[in-house]
Structures are given as structure tokens and as C-alpha cells.
């Protein structure tokens, strides 16, 4: 089936099964592999993109449900929340490997935009569903507390 789809900003005509993954889509068909996968049950948070700017796990999202929405990787350039996040994550050290950082990125870039309150408690809430496997938590906690405050 062929599907038309949004990620960051670009339009995309995808022929695929209509029960595709979502990540599979952005990984091996639209070559933006920045999304990660990580246990594909949407457990672990690795592969965490935005759907009309809420996280979703793209691990267990069928294609045929996004519909006309607009999908967020990580790679996007076009959101400043997300520029800021990349930003201060890079200036405070905050990803040890990397595999974890794009889906945390994108759920922490919806904490902020959603006017989420940002104290350490909140933010460590917000991120509950996302494993990092080098215990970087702290640190990117901070960082997402200091792109909040910017």
C-alpha cells in the first residue's frame, strides 16, 4: 500500500504493509535513523517520536495509523525546543552512548512545550518510561532542567 506521510516538515510517499512500524518506515524506507530500536514493545523509550507533537512509541505504531499527522524525529532542525535540548545535553555531557538520547529527547521536548513544571521530580516522572543503559539519568535531567529554564 502506498501511504503519505509528514515528518519534519517534508511530505513522503511510502509504499510499505499497512502494518509497518512506524520506526521501520523512518529507518529503512526514509533513511532518518536517528530513531533508535531498542526492545520493540514500546517499553524502553528508544524509539520515541512525536505524532502532532505527542510522544509515541514508533516501535509499535502502524503506519497505517498515522494518518495525516505531522511525525517529529529527532533529527528535525525546525523546533527551537528541541535545538535548545540538543544544545545543553551536548554542553553538560548528559549522553554517555547515545542510544537512549533521541527518544528522551523527544519526550522531554514535549515536557517543555506543554508547559510542563520542570523541577527534578517532574522531569524525572516525565522521563520514567525511558531506560538508559549508562545510568546518564542525572545528568540529563539536568539538561532537560536547564533548556526548560532557557
Same mark, same amino acid.
Given at each position: #500500500? !502506498?501511504?503519505?506521510?509528514?515528518? !519534519? &516538515?517534508?511530505?513522503? /510517499?511510502? %509504499?510499505?504493509?499497512?502494518?509497518?512500524?512506524?520506526?521501520?518506515? =523512518?529507518? %529503512?524506507?526514509? !533513511?532518518?535513523?536517528?530513531?533508535?530500536? &531498542?526492545?520493540?514493545?514500546?517499553?524502553?523509550?528508544? @524509539? $520515541?517520536?512525536?505524532? +502532532?507533537?505527542?510522544?509515541?512509541?514508533? @516501535?509499535?505504531?502502524?503506519?497505517? /495509523?498515522?494518518?495525516?499527522?505531522?511525525?517529529?524525529?529527532?533529527?528535525?532542525?525546525?523546533?527551537? $525546543?528541541? %535545538?535548545? =535540548?540538543?544544545?545543553?545535553?551536548?554542553?553538560?555531557?548528559?549522553?554517555?552512548? &547515545?542510544?537512549?538520547?533521541? *527518544?528522551?529527547? #523527544?519526550?522531554? $521536548? /514535549?515536557?517543555?512545550? !506543554?508547559?510542563?513544571?520542570?523541577?527534578?521530580?517532574?522531569?524525572?516522572? &516525565?522521563?520514567?518510561?525511558?531506560? @538508559?543503559? @549508562?545510568?546518564?539519568? +542525572?545528568?540529563?535531567?539536568?539538561?532537560?532542567?536547564?533548556? *526548560?529554564?532557557?
Amino acid at each position: #500500500m !502506498n501511504f503519505q506521510i509528514s515528518v !519534519n &516538515g517534508k511530505d513522503y /510517499s511510502v %509504499n510499505c504493509e499497512e502494518k509497518t512500524p512506524l520506526l521501520w518506515v =523512518l529507518r %529503512n524506507y526514509l !533513511n532518518l535513523i536517528g530513531t533508535r530500536f &531498542g526492545c520493540g514493545s514500546g517499553l524502553c523509550g528508544a @524509539c $520515541t517520536v512525536l505524532l +502532532n507533537g505527542v510522544p509515541i512509541h514508533s @516501535c509499535d505504531t502502524p503506519i497505517w /495509523s498515522v494518518g495525516d499527522k505531522e511525525i517529529e524525529t529527532v533529527e528535525s532542525e525546525e523546533n527551537p $525546543t528541541l %535545538n535548545k =535540548l540538543k544544545s545543553c545535553v551536548a554542553d553538560l555531557q548528559a549522553a554517555q552512548c &547515545g542510544f537512549c538520547i533521541s *527518544g528522551l529527547l #523527544m519526550r522531554a $521536548t /514535549s515536557l517543555i512545550e !506543554n508547559d510542563q513544571k520542570l523541577d527534578r521530580d517532574s522531569i524525572a516522572h &516525565g522521563l520514567d518510561g525511558h531506560l @538508559c543503559r @549508562c545510568g546518564a539519568h +542525572n545528568r540529563i535531567i539536568d539538561a532537560v532542567a536547564q533548556a *526548560g529554564q532557557q
